[in-house]
């Protein structure tokens, strides 16, 4: 049973650590935190032992009843590999920890790429890692447009893609972000970081990215157009191609599903954890061909597309399991593509 250290207890973190607890072959050692808050009363909670990332801070985790399991140095002694899920930039401040404890690691999308040996996602190298050390799983915008790009490169060859990103402002816990009534470039330089962050997982690839921010905490939404090397007999063909991929969804034209407000409320209804959405969202209407250009719309749920890909990176790590072995075993388990 491999031992998951799950340093940085936010958003990702909390997710990892119930999608770890989910698989046969792991276990959450404990994880890192930093404020003795709500969330980490969650995790004690759940069972999950605490260590603190401030030793000085020891105390206030004891008055709110916490009893430490330690500090984050003996959760990175004791793990088998660490799943770091700092805020972005804070990871790297950790590398040093990890190589000193010779405890393999992985970090996630915020931090550059040189933190790691390779950039990883589960459908198209998990290969690269098995070698590695170091791993980053790439953003969830970089994951949702990997998983898209995937099949229709292996099919049909990708001449050149074209991404307007609209994203949401915030996480619904990030009270302080925004914008609360406007519509931002963000960035408003051309391209925006999306595209290089798509290389670092198809080099070959010509991608261009522009981003948006707009008022909402439920998901990205991506307007694509891919100039495709062959031509697609027809669109059936094209869809059926997507509804073959394991992580992404295939939003039928009679669900009456218009936007992300009701994705959230599927995945609510259908009892998912946080009403979180693994997959990508593909609206099959969307789906338009035009000579040899690919235009459609999908949706990804920013919160929760980087969860599998992170225990696959984990099984990728430690090389027991092949590709789609692993990520055969992370969707039983988690009840993706049921
Ligand atoms: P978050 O702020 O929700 O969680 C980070 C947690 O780490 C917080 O609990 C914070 O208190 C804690 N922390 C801060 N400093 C720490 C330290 N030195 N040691 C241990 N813990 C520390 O952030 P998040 O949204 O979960 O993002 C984490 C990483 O995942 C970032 O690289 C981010 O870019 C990436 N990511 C985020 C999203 C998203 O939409 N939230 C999606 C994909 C990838």
Redesign the pocket.
């Known amino acids: 049973m491999l031992r998951v250290g799950i340093?940085?207890?936010?958003?990702?973190?909390k997710r990892v650590a119930d999608a770890v607890r989910k698989q046969p072959d792991m276990a959450v050692q404990g994880v890192?935190?930093?404020?003795p808050d709500y969330?980490a009363v969650g995790a004690d909670e759940e069972d999950y032992p605490v260590y603190a990332?401030d030793e000085d801070r020891a105390d206030e985790f004891r008055e709110i009843g916490i009893d430490l399991a330690g500090t984050?140095d003996d959760l990175v002694a004791e793990s088998d590999i660490v799943v770091d899920?700092?805020?972005?930039g804070?990871?790297a401040?950790?590398r040093p920890l990890y190589e000193r404890h010779e405890t393999p690691a992985l970090?996630?999308?915020?931090?550059d790429a040189t933190v790691a040996e390779v950039s990883f996602n589960a459908r198209v190298n998990y290969d690269e890692a098995e070698d590695a050390d170091y791993a980053r799983?790439v953003?969830?915008n970089t994951?949702g447009l990997s998983r898209f790009l995937a099949p229709l490169h292996e099919h049909y060859g990708v001449d050149k893609t074209r991404v307007t990103l609209v994203r949401?402002g915030g996480?619904p816990?990030?009270t302080g972000r925004g914008p609360i009534n406007d519509t931002v470039p963000d960035p408003v330089s051309i391209p925006s970081h999306h595209g290089p962050d798509v290389q670092t997982i198809f080099p070959e690839l010509d991608i261009d990215t522009i981003g948006l921010k707009v008022p909402t905490t439920m998901m990205h939404v991506h307007s694509v157009n891919v100039t495709l090397e062959n031509r697609p007999d027809d669109i059936d063909e094209v869809i059926d191609l997507f509804k073959s991929e394991d992580r992404i969804l295939t939003v039928p034209d009679y669900a009456g599903i218009d936007g992300a407000g009701t994705l959230k409320d599927l995945a609510q209804d259908a009892g998912r954890p946080r009403g979180d959405i693994w997959e990508n969202c593909l609206w099959e209407e969307s789906l338009t061909l035009q000579g040899q250009d690919l235009y459609c719309m999908q949706a990804i749920h920013?919160?929760a597309?980087?969860v599998p890909e992170n225990v696959d990176a984990i099984r990728a790590l430690e090389g027991d399991h092949s590709g789609p072995e692993s990520r055969a075993l992370t969707n039983e388990t988690l009840g993706i593509d049921l």
């Open positions: 340093n940085g207890y936010g958003t990702i973190g890192g935190k930093r404020s969330v990332v984050v899920a700092t805020p972005s804070i990871g401040e950790n970090f996630q999308g915020g931090e799983v953003s969830c994951t949401r996480d816990d990030q920013q919160e597309d980087v």
